[in-house]
């Protein structure tokens, strides 16, 4: 089962909105991702999470604010957004071992701020 | 520096035909690992493929084909006797240890069109 879940499927928010997005795995996997992809490009990552710890922050506004309450559960706090942060969200996760890992994807948040 | 080239921005074939997905990468480590993913319409990234740089053999899976030659540092795509249902956003990515941990780096995606 290679199954990433990604809850809510669309989500359109003002802009003093304050919304999270979430992501699901029961693969066992300990380290997640968090990805934004604007049309016809490919994914930037975000954030990563090691083993339930932030490893990677790739200078992302703190207007997002990721959370990993346990090893199958990544969130993503929205607050004050902007509409050019509205995009396709995806949620990743991996086994954790580094460079042999592949990254599973769930099926992405596409969030519109107005 | 790690880079991914998808020279084939935009590729429209008719149904039944045989298309070759181009991927070129840059990469000064000696180990690393190619990835080719799948995005369809719905937008879901599908894993396609894993191939390890010590690892030339190429792979059949299907009508799904993979030509790996570091000679050329290419890692080629190739699906026959295509479908509309092939018809999907396509990336090469390319990761390797030392590079952060294991960040993807993706090539800018080739569009691939079947038309019945």
């Known amino acids: 089962d290679t199954e990433v879940t990604q809850t809510p499927k669309h989500l359109v928010m003002g802009m003093t909105n304050k919304k999270s997005l979430k992501c699901e795995q029961h693969m066992g996997h300990r380290a997640m991702y968090w990805y934004k992809q604007k049309a016809k490009k490919p994914p930037e990552l975000m954030f990563v999470?090691?083993?339930?710890?932030?490893?990677i922050n790739e200078s992302v506004p703190s207007r997002f604010s990721p959370e990993c309450p346990n090893s199958s559960l990544l969130n993503l706090h929205l607050h004050a957004l902007q509409p050019e942060d509205s995009a396709l969200y995806l949620c990743?996760?991996?086994?954790?071992?580094?460079?042999?890992?592949?990254?599973?994807f769930g099926p992405g948040t596409r969030l519109t701020v107005l | 520096a790690q880079k991914v080239t998808q020279a084939q921005t935009e590729i429209s074939v008719v149904e039944k035909e045989d298309v070759t997905l181009d991927c070129v990468y840059e990469?000064?480590?000696?180990?690393?690992?190619l990835f080719w993913y799948k995005q369809p319409p719905s937008g879901e990234l599908v894993f396609l493929i894993r191939r390890n740089s010590f690892d030339e053999q190429n792979e059949i899976s299907g009508r799904y084909s993979w030509n790996f030659q570091k000679s050329t540092s290419s890692f080629n795509f190739t699906i026959t006797a295509s479908q509309v249902v092939d018809s999907a956003v396509y990336f090469c990515?390319?990761?390797?240890?030392?590079?952060?941990?294991?960040?993807?780096?993706f090539g800018q995606g080739t569009e691939l069109s079947v038309k019945p």
């Open positions: 990515a390319l990761k390797s240890e030392r590079n952060q941990g294991g960040k993807l780096i």
């Open positions: 990743a996760s991996s086994q954790g071992r580094g460079g042999t890992d592949t990254q599973y």
């Open positions: 999470y090691s083993y339930e710890k932030l490893s």
């Open positions: 990469t000064r480590d000696t180990t690393y690992y």
